[in-house]
Nanobody, 128 residues
Framework: QVQPVESGGGLVQAGGSLRLSCAAS????????MGWFRQAPGKEREFVAAISWSGGSWSGGSPYYADSVKGRFTISRDNAKITVYLQMNSLKPEDTAVYYC????????????????WGQGTQVTVSS
């Protein structure tokens, strides 16, 4: 089964930083925008950030963020490695969640909810 693999989660104090990685492979991911989501206990999964693929007939737009993480999180990608990163700074206890990456297969930007190929997630815990 093709799916990306997230890593980089852990336990950090409030105000700290973590960098998450989402490693994908092959044609399934190499020319697609990718997104990060998170799900806290007892809550629905929510969008965090998305980044387009810079090339091809449709390349999307600038990185897109949820309001709750703007100015603190930065999404980036290494197309050669087919890896997407999420740099998380100034972390807050409310950022505690399992973080997932997924492929965006839509063709509008900012992205809608057309995501598939979800990873297993990586746990981020921010202590107060």
């Amino acid at each position: 089964q093709v799916q990306p693999v997230e890593s980089g989660g852990g336990l950090v104090q409030a105000g700290g930083s973590l960098r998450l990685s989402c490693a994908a492979s092959g044609r399934t991911f190499s020319r697609y925008a990718m997104g990060w989501f998170r799900q806290a206990p007892g809550k629905e999964r929510e969008f965090v950030a998305a980044i387009s693929w810079s090339g091809g007939s449709w390349s999307g737009g600038s990185p897109y963020y949820a309001d709750s993480v703007k100015g603190r999180f930065t999404i980036s990608r290494d197309n050669a490695k087919i890896t997407v990163y999420l740099q998380m700074n100034s972390l807050k206890p409310e950022d505690t969640a399992v973080y997932y990456c997924a492929r965006y297969y839509g063709n509008i930007w900012p992205p809608n909810n057309q995501y598939d190929y979800w990873g297993q997630g990586t746990q981020v815990t921010v202590s107060s």
